[in-house]
């Protein structure tokens, strides 16, 4: 789905006027710097040619970082064996040296600069030889004339030093605006060459197949090219691929095993690397899991974009969007998009999918497909099902979520990725959160502790927001009422909620008794024990509750005395023996919210301390 969801996204991107097309034979390339040549071939200059680029740091930090910038160049080699290009833009062929412990070399165990350099100057001198235009004969010179060995203290490469070795490079002539790959020669001779490539018949020994995804029959791709992902191979990676024999059937060997062709592949490879270079159109979470997403129209630019404010943690246009944003989360409490200001078409074709990488290969996680207006009021629901307070007027993201479903404690431990995955599904469809996440949850706030500097570690308002989120999707799946309401509610008489609540109040008992001033609350010491099997330990914080009152003011002790018999009788004078998950989340959920109420000032109802 997702080869052939690619491959028509980029015929409609092609009819975009705003769309710039690359020709065929041609492809993007990042370049970092411009090496200046004189015309006998001597390096000039090696200068920075990134731009700037202003970005935020998870902290909300604005600062200024470099970025290459693209340029057109002759199809690269997808080769993982040493091949050169035609207009190299490899340090290691240009130039024939290593940067190893501070010093240029070519001297490396491999030899891997010496053969890459000279399968360069063979492959170069090759091309150019009949090319006599100033900029291409002084490109021939500096092939033939430079000598690795001699240059290892080049003072030009020496500036460079530490980003000599993740840098790319375009050539120049000094004192010309012109670069190498658009000069006139140059590009008619490659023109040519493409050309003859095309018209060239295809052998009878060219396995053809009935493509799957154009639907002609065509040549196969023996080979499919390779995709920059985000935190795999540094040399790429491939989405199709049979690399070991294990892999291959029908005595077909590599990508013939497949039946997509070589015009199929080129398309959905190059516009997903598009879409992967684009950080409008993916979003990265945890442990390198990417997710793509496009409309299927020319221009997607505007429900990309709402997409991306609910899935990260910022937006790439914070002032129309983050408005939007803000718009959908008061909306999200009466459960509708709405109208918006932002242009969109709640009726196109939207896709969103999951990849992640394993070493030199992609792996799809998920691919999702819907109306966008459904996906965008299944992400409202989302954000109106995690909602705990009235007056939150935030959106709580997924990173937020991921964080609460690890120790604080803890440097190492991660969200395992299929629960991430899971989480975000069940947003898109707008089905049951997947069980490990309540379970989570529950055991997170079970056992963590709260800090002297931080008191919303055990139980905060995402934690509540969580477990309320999972148990009313449930309810709501079996077609009952929801259970669990934005705010206390006095009418829920489930056993676990009432406990949830009746154990906030002896808390907050504890607390006023003392002034305040304790190293250890019964919170600290019973919360686990009372959240799992109840019976067991409120009927000894009922007795312990009755000591504590004895010291509080007569208001206050007929103010906790009229709610805990309001609690218990409730509750019909008896605990429950043992809590399941979905019972302990509504004891969690009754102890946030009571908790939430005793804290707020009663002046009027305990004037008297």
Not at 235 to 249: D, I, P
Not at 340 to 350: G, K, S
Not at 597 to 609: A, R
Request: with cysteine; proline share 4%; hydrophobic share 35%.
């Amino acid at each position: 789905m997702l080869i052939k969801a690619l491959c028509d996204y980029a015929d409609k991107r092609e009819t975009n006027p705003k769309e710039k097309s690359i020709p065929d034979g041609w492809c993007e390339q990042n370049v970092h710097f411009k090496i200046s040549l004189s015309s006998d071939g001597k390096i000039v200059s090696i200068d920075d040619i990134r731009e700037s680029e202003m970005t935020k740091t998870k902290s909300g930090k604005e600062h200024t970082k470099l970025v290459p910038i693209k340029i057109l160049l002759p199809e690269r080699t997808q080769k993982s064996c040493i091949d050169s290009n035609i207009i190299e833009h490899r340090p290691l062929y240009i130039f024939g040296l290593d940067f190893e412990k501070g010093l240029f070399t070519p001297d490396v165990k491999s030899d891997k600069a010496r053969k890459s350099h000279a399968a360069f100057v063979k492959h170069e001198l090759a091309f150019f030889a009949d090319l006599d235009s100033e900029i291409c004969h002084a490109y021939r010179n500096f092939v033939e004339k430079w000598n690795p060995e001699s240059e290892t203290e080049h003072p030009e490469l020496l500036k460079l030093g530490k980003e000599y070795k993740n840098s790319y490079f375009r050539f120049a002539l000094t004192g010309s605006r012109g670069f190498l790959e658009e000069d006139e020669q140059f590009i008619e001779k490659y023109n040519r060459l493409l050309t003859e490539k095309k018209n060239v018949p295809v052998s009878e020994d060219t396995p053809l197949v009935a493509c799957g995804i154009l639907g002609e029959k065509l040549p196969v791709a023996r080979i499919h090219d390779k995709i920059k992902f985000p935190g795999g191979n540094s040399t790429g990676c491939v989405l199709v691929g049979m690399k070991e024999s294990a892999f291959e059937s029908y005595g077909k060997t590599q990508s013939y095993n497949s039946n997509i062709s070589e015009q199929a592949m080129k398309k959905y490879t190059s516009m997903l690397n598009k879409l992967l270079a684009d950080p409008g159109h993916r979003v990265i979470m945890d442990d390198m899991v990417v997710i793509l997403f496009f409309a299927m129209k020319a221009d997607d630019a505007n429900e990309c974009d709402m997409l991306w404010s609910f899935l990260s943690d910022s937006s790439s246009n914070p002032t129309e969007t983050e408005q939007f944003m803000q718009s959908m989360f008061h909306k999200a409490k009466r459960g509708t998009v709405g109208d918006t200001n932002i242009q969109i078409d709640e009726n196109v074709l939207f896709y969103v999918a999951g990849l992640t990488s394993n070493a030199s290969r992609i792996c799809q996680k998920f691919i999702y497909r819907d109306k966008f207006g459904k996906i965008i009021d299944n992400l409202v629901q989302h954000q109106r099902d995690l909602q705990i307070d009235e007056e939150q007027n935030q959106q709580i993201r997924f990173s937020w979520i991921n964080k609460e479903l690890i120790s604080p404690k803890s440097t190492k431990d991660k969200v395992p990725p299929p629960l991430m995955t899971s989480i975000l599904i069940s947003a898109l469809n707008g089905t049951d959160y997947p069980n490990a996440l309540l379970e989570t949850v529950v055991r997170r706030v079970k056992t963590d502790s709260d800090q002297e500097n931080n008191h919303f570690i055990k139980l905060n308002r995402t934690r509540v927001g969580i477990i309320k989120a999972c148990l009313n999707r449930k309810q709501r799946r079996l077609g009952k009422k929801e259970e669990i309401t934005m705010s206390l509610n006095p009418e829920n008489k489930d056993p676990a909620y009432l406990c949830g609540r009746l154990f906030a109040v002896y808390e907050k008992i504890q607390q006023d008794s003392s002034g305040g001033n304790l190293n250890r609350t019964i919170k600290d010491s019973y919360f686990a024990s009372a959240c799992a099997r109840p019976s067991s330990i409120m009927t000894k914080l009922s007795q312990l509750a009755q000591n504590h009152l004895r010291k509080l003011g007569d208001n206050t002790k007929i103010y906790y005395h009229k709610l805990i018999a309001e609690i218990v009788d409730s509750l019909e004078g008896a605990f429950p023996q043992t809590l399941d998950l979905d019972s302990q989340g509504k004891f969690i959920v009754g102890y946030y919210q009571q908790n939430k109420i005793l804290y707020t000032s009663h002046k009027s109802d305990k004037s008297e301390n």
